[in-house]
């Protein structure tokens, strides 16, 4: 008799952590691999605790800040269960694609560009994180919103804003000293947290909010101008519905995604491969 395979798919970003177990679904915390692994080993716990799994378990995982070496090569030494790990741009770019020549852009707390040439060779451009990139982000707009309330606090004749209004929807005091000491220590996913309330002000006419917004849609713009060659585009993540619209303005062949995350996830485990597309095993068969 065959023993049956129980699987875990889990995506782990920089905001949040979403996972699938058969047909249920759970969210956790951020778990991406930049935050090292105590995040997503505490996350393990948890879910094994919530869903009683048994004692082996195969996860396939797809997980932001697969780029930090030492992180990586931690989880992949002492997992201890069979796994199999890929980047959540190449697991996001797998399901909004189907595996056919495209584009996906992952517009969330960070950005990522990743496609399939015609060919059938893979490439990816961005993904650098917070402290190196992302611009476009929910990270770099809730950064870029502070930085501007930082300097308008600090008497920037420059900065017309609304201290008080920017003040209440940032979630922040009013003061110099309270604006540095929130960014001192924080995460990328703390700075993305603020990118919907500079949207929203974008939305209701705010200038600098919609500078803000503009120069994210410039950002992202750059971002596609690294393809090879003319493809079609999907755009994932958690801000993607925000900017299909301005990129479809700008000569961008933007189109649905054809599947989520986990449809990509799917697809490794049924084995697709293509030249470039990093996957990494490990007692996984």
Known sequence: MTTPIHRVYLDGGGSK???RYGTETLRWGPSALSLG???LMA???DVRAHWSLPETVHWVMSMAGCEHLAHRNALLANWGEPLILMSDRDAGWLGASGGKPMAVLTVGTGTALAWMTSDHTFGHAGGL???LGD???????GRYALALLAQALDGDCRVDLSVAA????LQVAPTLDSVMALAADATPALFARRAPWVMQAADAGDPVARGICADAVVALDHLLGRLPESLPIALVGGLSGI???PLRHLGHAIETPKG???DGLSRVVEGFECPGLQIWRCGYV
């Open 17 to 19: 952590t979403a996972l």
């Open 37 to 39: 692994v105590t995040p």
């Open 43 to 45: 996350c393990r716990q």
């Open 129 to 131: 994180g917070f402290r």
């Open 135 to 141: 611009e476009g982000s929910g990270a770099w707009i």
């Open 166 to 169: 920017w003040s209440e929807g």
């Open 243 to 245: 900017f299909g619209d």
């Open 260 to 262: 989520d995350v986990f």
